[in-house]
T-cell receptor, first 113, second 111 residues
Framework: GDSVTQMEGPVTLSEEAFLTINCTYT??????LFWYVQYPGEGLQLLLK?????DKGSNKGFEATYRKETTSFHLEKGSVQVSDSAVYFCAPRRTGSARQLTFGSGTQLTVLP | EPEVTQTPSHQVTQMGQEVILRCVPI?????FYWYRQILGQKVEFLVS????????KSEIFDDQFSVERPDGSNFTLKIRSTKLEDSAMYFC?????????FGPGTRLTVL
């Protein structure tokens, strides 16, 4: 079945530091890839997506590139802010009629001022 | 901006009782989902629903669970006889095609 391996947390960074959260997946075919973010006490929000190989998703300064050859979708941000403190989930979505997301274990990010 | 809503935000129930969790998906969406997140664990898929029937379900979604779209707007998850291990945050999501939009969740506590 589909699976996601996500960088273990928690991750603690100082404001303006560079962020990388690694994500690799196994899936049948070529899934669409998503990063979701969960702020404290809130639900899941879509952060960015990529639907085919070499696509780069970006939003709010975050980026991730769909790497088919390494089955990876690593999340990066050049300069994190305190407001980025949240849990980040990598989630491939199957192609075809089965559309459910398979979530990684989540990575807790804390950004200190 | 349209959003997925869920009620109640928190439900406390006794073991063995039935609960119904309610969701109002985004109005023009066609695909509906339930996921759950046990405290401190990953988000797990339960069931997907399309064209008034279940399109996919996970091993977690056993005979104790059922889903229904009773009218044009609501999408419900029923747990027939709750167990302690059903305590979790339950998220509803809906999508038109690609992106799934999640509700804020219902925290279910089974005592």
């Amino acid at each position: 079945g589909d699976s996601v391996t996500q960088m273990e947390g928690p991750v603690t960074l100082s404001e303006e530091a560079f962020l990388t959260i690694n994500c690799t997946y196994t899936a049948t075919g070529y899934p669409s890839l998503f990063w979701y973010v969960q702020y404290p006490g809130e639900g899941l929000q879509l952060l960015l997506k990529a639907t085919k190989a070499d696509d780069k998703g970006s939003n709010k300064g975050f980026e991730a590139t769909y790497r088919k050859e390494t089955t990876s979708f690593h999340l990066e941000k050049g300069s994190v802010q305190v407001s980025d403190s949240a849990v980040y989930f990598c989630a491939p979505r199957r192609t075809g009629s089965a559309r459910q997301l398979t979530f990684g274990s989540g990575t807790q990010l804390t950004v200190l001022p | 901006e349209p959003e997925v809503t869920q009620t109640p935000s928190h439900q406390v129930t006794q073991m063995g009782q039935e609960v119904i969790l309610r969701c109002v998906p985004i109005s023009n969406h066609l695909y509906f989902y339930w996921y759950r997140q046990i405290l401190g664990q990953k988000v797990e898929f339960l069931v997907s629903f399309y064209n008034n029937e279940i399109s996919e379900k996970s091993e977690i979604f056993d005979d104790q669970f059922s889903v229904e779209r009773p009218d044009g707007s609501n999408f419900t998850l029923k747990i027939r006889s709750t167990k302690l291990e059903d305590s979790a945050m339950y998220f509803c999501a809906s999508s038109e095609e690609n992106e799934q939009f999640f509700g804020p969740g219902t925290r279910l506590t089974v005592l």
